[in-house]
C-alpha cells in the first residue's frame, strides 16, 4: 500500500545550521507530495508541494524536489533559526480523498 | 479571518460521557476530514466527507459518528468516551476532487478523558 517513511527525530540544530529531513514514500500511483509543519499548540500548515517528478517546492526558504527515480522528497533549509522549531510532516496523496502522512519529525533549533 | 475552525479548543470529560465537536470552514471547499492525532504525533486519518457524503470511513468504532449539515460543517460526535480516545482531533478540508488535494487543517481540539 501507499506509504510514506521520514527520519525519526528529534533533530537538534544550532541556529543557521544546515537542515536535512529525509523523506522516501512508495506509492502504487503518481502521487502530489507535500510537507505540512505544525508548530507548538497548532494544527498542521502546508509548507510545500510538488505534483509531478523534478517539481521543485519551496517556502519560507524551505525547499524540496520530487524525485521519482529515488522515491524521495527531502525537505532542506540552508540557515534554520530558533522559529523553525516544530514538527514536520511529509505526506502524499495518490487519491482524490486521502493524504498518507508520515509520523513526523521533531526539529528543535538552538540559539 | 480563520478558515478551518473548531470548537472547543480544549474538552475535559469523564469516561462514559458523550460529546461533540463542531468544526466549520469558511474556504468553499467541498471536502472536509476528521484525523486523530495521537501524543506521539502520529495522525490517523478518520473519516472524509465530500458534499456531505461520507466517502473514507476508516476503522473507527461504532461510538464516533460524523455528521455534516451542509458543505461547510462536518462534526464529530463521540458516545461513551473511553481512555483511549484521549488524543487531538484536527479537522481538514480541501478544494475537492482535483489534485493536487493539499488539505488546510483547523487549530485542533484536544479531548481529556478521566
Known amino acids: 500500500g501507499d506509504s510514506v517513511t521520514q527520519m525519526e527525530g528529534p533533530v537538534t540544530l544550532s541556529e543557521e545550521a544546515f537542515l536535512t529531513i529525509n523523506c522516501t514514500y512508495t506509492?502504487?500511483?503518481?502521487?502530489?507530495l507535500f510537507w505540512y509543519v505544525q508548530y507548538p499548540g497548532e494544527g498542521l500548515q502546508l509548507l510545500l508541494k510538488?505534483?509531478?517528478?523534478?517539481d521543485k517546492g519551496s517556502n519560507k526558504g524551505f525547499e524540496a524536489t520530487y524525485r521519482k527515480e529515488t522515491t524521495s522528497f527531502h525537505l532542506e533549509k540552508g540557515s534554520v533559526q530558533v522559529s523553525d522549531s516544530a514538527v514536520y510532516f511529509c505526506a502524499l496523496s495518490v487519491r482524490d480523498d486521502k493524504i498518507i502522512f508520515g509520523k513526523g519529525t521533531r526539529l528543535h533549533i538552538l540559539p | 479571518d480563520t478558515a478551518v475552525s473548531q470548537t472547543p479548543k480544549y474538552l475535559v470529560t469523564q469516561m462514559g460521557n458523550d460529546k461533540s465537536i463542531k468544526c466549520e470552514q469558511n474556504?468553499?471547499?467541498?471536502?472536509m476530514y476528521w484525523y486523530k492525532q495521537d501524543s506521539k504525533k502520529f495522525l490517523k486519518i478518520m473519516f472524509s466527507?465530500?458534499?456531505?457524503?461520507?466517502?473514507i470511513n476508516e476503522t473507527v468504532p461504532n461510538r464516533f459518528s460524523p455528521k455534516s449539515p451542509d458543505k461547510a460543517h462536518l462534526n464529530l460526535h463521540i458516545n461513551s468516551l473511553e481512555l483511549g480516545d484521549s488524543a487531538v482531533y484536527f479537522c481538514a478540508s480541501s478544494l475537492g476532487l482535483e489534485r493536487p488535494y493539499e488539505q488546510y487543517f483547523g487549530p485542533g481540539t484536544r479531548l481529556t478523558v478521566t
Open positions: 506509492a502504487t500511483g503518481y502521487p502530489s
Open positions: 510538488a505534483t509531478k517528478a523534478d
Open positions: 474556504l468553499g471547499h467541498d471536502t
Open positions: 466527507y465530500n458534499n456531505k457524503e461520507l466517502i
